[in-house]
């Protein structure tokens, strides 16, 4: 891969984002981190580049979904990858956005961000 992409995750679940994290590393990702929709949207409003964010429906300061929908006011190509472990299922979803559902499997997750970001 001659580029290395860049992904937020947002994920309140220290082990989940911690496993997801060394992962997507481990798989040649550059990766971001925040842990409620405070830090992520602030990355998300930053110069910071993105291409990829993978978002937990459920956060502690607020609902995954909804910052999802206002981060494509600034980024509007930004693909989002939501996960949830309640089956909810997310309205106003662009044909770059997908739902996975928890538990999943990490090379799944890595299979849906390199179908999402165009190789180098």
């Known amino acids: 891969m001659s580029l290395q992409p860049t992904i937020l995750v947002v994920e309140d679940d220290f082990l989940i984002r911690t496993c997801l994290i060394e992962f997507l590393e481990d798989s040649d990702v550059r990766v971001l981190e925040a842990d409620n929709c405070e830090t992520a949207r602030r990355l998300i409003h930053s110069d910071e580049p993105l291409d990829v964010v993978i978002m937990d429906i459920s956060l502690p300061d607020g609902n995954g979904a909804e910052l999802g929908q206002e981060s494509k006011e600034c980024r509007p190509e930004l693909p989002i990858i939501y996960?949830?472990?309640?089956?909810?299922?997310?309205?106003?979803?662009?044909?770059?956005?997908?739902?996975?559902?928890?538990?999943?499997?990490?090379?799944a997750i890595l299979s849906v961000v390199q179908e999402l970001v165009p190789a180098g």
């Open 83 to 107: 996960t949830t472990g309640h089956g909810i299922t997310i309205g106003n979803q662009s044909s770059l956005d997908r739902v996975m559902t928890k538990p999943y499997q990490l090379d």
